[in-house]
């Protein structure tokens, strides 16, 4: 039997509840970018890109053949969850947002990606959490309800 191969990469975006800035402190954030990448790569996901800013979070991934987009973003989400309220003990009430954001990224587009997710904090010197996910959204084609998308 042959090998069963797959390059399919996955830029996931999610933000805290509602949009709360938890993660000011950069030490604290490059501590979650870290834990949000060993997750991906335990769930056999290799993680290529993490970042974000203090009130959400970004994750580029190339996907294990073996687990649903859904799956991997309910565990990266879940785990991180746990940890967060482990480290911070004035984070007890933290949760990220019910809802994600999952891309789609070709192979070529890889590198443009990664810079992108690398350069967040000058990104959002200028935009918003929520203007940026409304161009993703739009740039691949989606439909939203804003009375939904921000829950």
Same mark, same amino acid.
């Given at each position: 039997m042959g090998h069963s191969l797959s390059a399919v990469y996955i830029h996931g975006v999610f933000s805290t509840?509602?949009?709360?800035? &938890? =993660? /000011? /402190?950069?030490a604290l954030r490059d501590q979650l970018h870290t834990v949000l990448a060993g997750i991906s790569n335990q769930r056999g996901c290799q993680? #290529? %890109?993490?970042?974000?800013? $203090?009130d959400h979070g970004h994750i580029l991934a190339r996907m294990n053949r073996t687990v649903?987009? $859904?799956?991997?973003?309910? /565990?990266?989400?879940?785990e991180s969850s746990i940890w967060v309220k482990q480290i911070e003990p004035l984070f007890t009430d933290f949760q990220w947002q019910s809802g994600y954001g999952a891309f789609s990224i070709a192979y070529r587009l890889l590198e443009d990606t990664t810079r992108y997710i690398a350069q967040q904090e000058r990104h959002h010197q200028a935009l918003t =959490? %929520?203007? /940026? &996910?409304? #161009? #993703?959204?739009?740039?691949?084609?989606?439909?939203?309800?804003?009375? &939904?998308?921000?829950?």
């Open positions: 509840k509602n949009r709360h800035p &938890y =993660f /000011e /402190e950069r993680s #290529l %890109q993490v970042g974000g800013v $203090a649903t987009i $859904a799956d991997w973003m309910k /565990e990266v989400k879940r =959490f %929520q203007d /940026e &996910y409304r #161009l #993703l959204l739009s740039r691949h084609g989606l439909e939203w309800d804003e009375r &939904y998308v921000w829950d």
